[in-house]
């Protein structure tokens, strides 16, 4: 019987320079479709050469992670240490070090993205209460208890973007060029067909994350952040009904969501950021025994008679993704922003001196200075980094 071809003959490309994300995507799946078959074979480099079984074995694993991760990270789901070893890793979960790290690579290389473990709730629960970590330690040598400091570490994992965040905002203005040519290939396209809007951005905000609700779940930080990191169930809703969203409000996913439906009301979708780790609801007050006291879902308090009252912080996810001081930095540059925009609106109307006297006013940079000031008094202490 003829022995199967090497992996080096089946792919004769892989020599060739880095592929473009789209195509990065397919050779991912296509790592991950060769990986029993490359098991039987002898491991050989690009150039034929033979190479370490070890060092083989090590670069399909990490394929494997990487797809692994991107597929989970779909899902806005944090990827468990637990998984990885069972899908990944086999039996020999020693090499788990070389492997992720061999993984990191490819993320950051092709994808501008790196896998980050996130906090552990008790961790993010001693940092909360300002715990002297000294102390208890102290007072367990006290007390004779062997009970071990709290991990920061949860041993799961979520994905975040290694992009410069000045590349971000470039490759999210409109071109002309870009735009011209969206709209010829629209042209293009069959006129019964329905295609996204264009904008002529690189980044393209048409097929990207979920708009709706991430624009929605930014507000919902921010409201919880200025509110001195926890605001009430009550509090919350009024503001966002304010908003335009109000309990039986729909929030609208595109059709590349994982949700069941489409369209979500307020308390569904509360409860998937709290499932994804954005927010967390916490009970105030006692908890009454018996029908209705459990407070495992998410319900308003006008429709709760049970006594219980709720209060929503950050979740674990919100701190390692977006943190504290870029949900400050997303609300003070809309602020400015809407600012300058109504100012313009208004100038347009009342001649040059009007203009020029507000080309004399504040700076903008000062004035998205000023509100990060204000967004960190209201919280009540120093907005931190990125977890």
Same mark, same amino acid.
């Given at each position: ?104 690579? @490819? /993320? !950051?290389? +092709?994808?501008?993205?790196?896998? $980050? &473990?996130?906090? =552990?709730?008790?961790? %993010? #629960? ?31 994992? @979520? /994905? !975040?973007? +290694?992009?410069?965040?000045?590349? $971000? &905002?470039?490759? =999210?203005?409109?071109? %002309? #060029? ?32 979920? /708009? ?176």
């Amino acid at each position: 019987m003829a022995r199967a071809a090497t992996r080096s003959q089946r792919t004769p490309k892989a020599s060739q320079s880095q592929p473009r994300p789209s195509q990065s995507q397919r050779r991912v799946d296509s790592d991950d479709e060769e990986m029993e078959d490359a098991r039987s074979d002898d491991a050989m480099d690009v150039d034929g050469q033979e190479e370490g079984s070890g060092d083989a074995d090590t670069k399909r694993k990490a394929s494997a992670l990487v797809r692994l991760a991107l597929f989970t990270e779909h899902k806005r789901a944090a990827l468990r240490r637990e998984d990885i070893n069972k899908k990944v890793m086999g039996s020999n979960s020693r090499s788990f070090q070389r492997v992720f790290e061999a993984a990191q690579a @490819i /993320l !950051r290389q +092709t994808f501008g993205m790196e896998l $980050v &473990e996130l906090q =552990s709730k008790a961790a %993010l #629960e001693k940092e909360r209460a300002g715990i002297d970590e000294e102390a208890l330690e102290e007072n367990r040598k006290a007390t004779a208890t062997k009970k071990k400091a709290t991990v920061a570490g949860s041993k799961t994992y @979520i /994905l !975040r973007s +290694t992009l410069d965040p000045l590349i $971000v &905002e470039h490759a =999210s203005q409109s071109q %002309l #060029e870009i735009l011209d040519q969206e709209h010829t290939d629209r042209d293009e396209e069959d006129e019964n067909e329905t295609l996204p809007q264009a904008y002529g951005s690189i980044l393209s905000w048409s097929t990207c994350d979920q /708009l709706e609700p991430i624009g929605i779940l930014y507000v919902i930080l921010t409201l919880i952040l200025v509110s001195g990191r926890v605001i009430s169930d009550s509090e919350l809703r009024s503001h966002l009904k304010r908003l335009h969203l109000s309990s039986d409000a729909g929030v609208n996913f595109d059709v590349k969501s994982t949700t069941p439906n489409n369209t979500q009301d307020l308390d569904q979708f509360l409860g998937i950021l709290q499932r994804q780790g954005y927010i967390e609801q916490h009970t105030v007050g006692e908890v009454k025994k018996g029908k209705g006291g459990g407070g495992k879902r998410v319900r308003s308090q006008a429709d709760n008679d049970s006594g219980i009252k709720y209060e929503w912080r950050w979740g674990v996810r919100a701190y390692s993704e977006v943190g504290e001081k870029g949900i400050a930095q997303f609300a003070a540059e809309f602020m400015v922003t809407r600012e300058h925009e109504e100012d313009e609106d208004e100038d347009e109307g009342q001649g040059a001196r009007n203009r020029n006297r507000n080309r004399r006013g504040p700076n903008p940079h000062e004035q998205v200075e000023k509100m990060l000031g204000a967004i960190e008094k209201a919280a009540g202490s120093e907005l931190v980094e990125l977890k």
